[in-house]
């Protein structure tokens, strides 16, 4: 998507054909900058300190760092200790899992002297895929924000509500539930989009706003808690969000505060849906509230916050008294009951068993021979 009106991905291997770049999201929105990853390490510190985050971009970064610490070292305990390291970064988003699944199956049975090229060609190839899965996403989900258009009277918008940061900024390009928006809008249709600002990280905030701005799409940036009002007044005319972790009966991880949106989306009669990329279906878990681990960060999360003063200077300040004990969940469920559908690449799907599995029924035996392996 756009950057000061230039296309720009959120990964790219620099010129020395070794390093990798991404963008350094803790800073935005006041500042635009990149980072190098030139080690594994640096790529695990990217991923744990949220200076890349979303769960597709995430997996991008961690094929990525397989391929970096090949190069210092291609023996199978240096692909272990990668893996290991990598794996940690982030319990929830299953696309982590995913990536460095795949980068082993690509390079574990190689020549030593072979592995650094292939898994440079596998991490390239993942990030590509991640563009045309969105891109396919972006047009399926594009499908239902037409309809909606087509019943509006002339000069009325067709509004959305999303929650967190599902957009470019998660992905490698394009992302998953911001994908419909910038197809709606690029094809002129008449759209505005509800972001909430999604404390304690203020994503929506600081990153949605941000590239929708960049992209030209009209937006209001809302607290988080103002989308059921809106929804009581007719302001909503569908909601999409995105996904870290889908079970395989339909059930939804995302971000805090998502499950809240999908009750009030329900009590309201809006369109829920959830945008995701095949890899974020985990076909080995059913129960998304009893088996999804729900990542608890840091309190100082919640305690502080980090914004731009009057004289422009970028200042962090404590709104929670001292002693107060903070939890600070990073994710919630959301049952696939209350989820009007999943916008994937093969479709928009019910959020059910019988609705994933048909349209992915490679993942199922791919689950299906993993629990197996593990069984023995």
């Given at each position: ?148 258009a087509a019943k509006k009277k002339t000069g009325e918008r067709v509004n959305v509500l999303t929650h967190c940061n599902a ?210």
């Amino acid at each position: 998507m756009k950057v000061n009106g230039q296309h720009t991905r959120t990964i790219w291997v620099e010129a020395d054909g070794v390093a990798v770049g991404t963008i350094d999201q803790t800073l935005l929105p006041h500042r635009y900058a990149t980072i190098r990853l030139a080690t594994v390490q640096d790529a695990a510190r990217a991923i744990k300190s949220m200076q890349v985050r979303g769960a597709p971009l995430v997996g991008a970064v961690a094929a990525y760092g397989v391929a970096l610490a090949l190069r210092e070292d291609a023996s199978d305990a240096a692909l272990e200790r990668a893996y290991a390291l990598l794996i940690a970064t982030r319990p929830t988003a299953i696309n982590l899992k995913w990536a460095l699944d795949e980068m082993m199956a690509a390079v574990r049975n190689r020549a030593r002297g072979e592995r650094v090229a292939a898994a440079y060609d596998r991490a390239r190839e993942i990030a590509d895929e991640d563009v045309a899965i969105n891109q396919a996403i972006g047009r399926n989900g594009l499908k239902l924000i037409e309809a909606i258009a087509a019943k509006k009277k002339t000069g009325e918008r067709v509004n959305v509500l999303t929650h967190c940061n599902a957009g470019w900024l998660a992905t490698v390009d394009w992302g998953t539930a911001t994908a419909p928006i910038y197809m709606a809008h690029d094809a002129g249709i008449l759209i505005h989009v509800w972001v909430d600002e999604t404390r304690p990280r203020n994503q929506g905030a600081s990153l949605t706003a941000w590239e929708l701005g960049q992209h030209g799409v009209p937006h209001t940036v809302i607290p988080d808690n103002t989308g059921g009002h809106l929804m009581q007044h007719a302001q909503v005319d569908i909601a999409i969000v995105g996904t870290d972790r889908v079970t395989a009966q339909g059930d939804v991880a995302n971000k805090i505060g998502t499950y809240l949106k999908a009750l009030a989306a329900r009590d309201n009669g809006v369109p829920f849906y959830v945008a995701l990329p095949s890899p974020t279906i985990d076909f080995t878990v059913v129960d998304g509230v009893k088996e999804i681990p729900i990542e608890q960060r840091g309190a100082e999360e919640v305690t502080t916050m980090t914004g731009r003063t009057a004289d422009g200077r970028i200042e962090s300040v404590r709104i929670v008294p001292d002693g107060s004990n903070v939890a600070n969940y990073g994710f919630d469920v959301t049952p696939a009951r209350l989820v009007t559908g999943l916008i994937t690449e093969r479709g928009v799907l019910a959020a059910t068993r019988e609705g994933l599995a048909q349209a992915f029924p490679e993942r199922v035996e791919a689950a299906a021979r993993t629990a197996g392996a593990t069984a023995k």
